[in-house]
């Protein structure tokens, strides 16, 4: 099926991080559809991705940027326009689960929250004028944990919170100029953080275990390619009368009933 996303100027935040990570997954999949991703992050994985791309024939942008700084955001912005002179769309996926929680400082909280929530406004507010132009549309990578909490990590939770609500606001406050705004919620993805995590456990086989076990449909995680399938045609026109939307791709785990758990094998 053809998205019909070919020489799209995609923009996705947080890109750069380790193969199989849902951003780099993302940016690879928009390549094999066709479209021009641009890389917005400040590893400089980005640059590694990119000449992967050409050298495939692909054109590709990296972006080096720290995502909490307005001018640095507002000076990628400028370079993407510099070199395609569009945007058609903005996958904001910044999200890093820091345990900020009650303990931590008002210092730790805000950063937090400049991180994971203040990101997405700001790639949004300089990219907007083109995305007017465009009749562009907005995807926000979001987390379960705004919805059930998790316990420990308040500023990544206020800010998934305030993800979603930004996701609405958008939506209704861009629908005079036909863009669209909608948020995919992620639960438990085995991506390569998830790993790492797994890793710093006494028994992470066993942890991983239980995890799969809580998820509902088919008692695994969700792929990353699972969510960058989701994530593509959300952005496509075959979804172009969604807007506004909370898309859950979580096997589950959000809204099925806990007694499934003990249905699984």
């Not at 050409?54 to 000076?75: H, W, Y």
């Not at 769309?89 to 210092?107: C, P, Q, R």
């Amino acid at each position: 099926m053809d998205l019909g996303l070919k020489n799209k100027v995609v923009v996705v935040s947080g890109s750069a991080g380790k193969e199989s990570s849902i951003g780099e997954t993302m940016v690879r999949m928009l390549a094999e559809e066709g479209a021009i991703p641009v890389l917005v992050d400040r590893n400089e994985r980005g640059n590694v991705y990119v000449e992967k791309f050409k050298a495939s024939g692909i054109d590709a942008l990296f972006c080096k940027t720290n995502v909490t700084d307005p001018r640095q955001m507002e000076t990628a912005v400028a370079e993407i326009i510099q070199k395609y002179g569009r945007i058609d769309v903005v996958i904001n996926n910044v999200g890093v689960n820091d345990g900020v929680g009650l303990s931590a400082t008002y210092e730790e909280f805000m950063e937090s929250l400049k991180l994971n929530l203040a990101s997405y406004f700001l790639l949004t507010k300089y990219a907007l004028p083109y995305l007017k132009e465009s009749k562009g549309n907005i995807l926000n990578i979001g987390s379960k944990v705004a919805l059930t909490g998790q316990g420990g990590t308040s500023g990544y939770a206020a800010a998934k919170g305030g993800v979603l609500a930004l996701t609405r606001e958008w939506a209704v406050d861009l629908i005079q100029y036909g863009i669209r705004s909608n948020a995919l919620i992620i639960a438990e993805s085995y991506t390569p953080a998830y790993d790492d995590w797994l890793k710093t456990l006494p028994d992470g086989d066993a942890a991983l275990a239980k995890i799969n076990k809580s998820i509902p449909f088919e008692s695994r995680m969700t792929k990353p390619e699972e969510i960058g399938n989701t994530a593509l045609f959300l952005i496509s026109d075959l979804s172009s009368h969604t807007t506004g939307q909370f898309v859950f791709i979580d096997g589950g785990y959000v809204h099925l009933d806990r007694a499934l758990i003990n249905l699984n094998p």
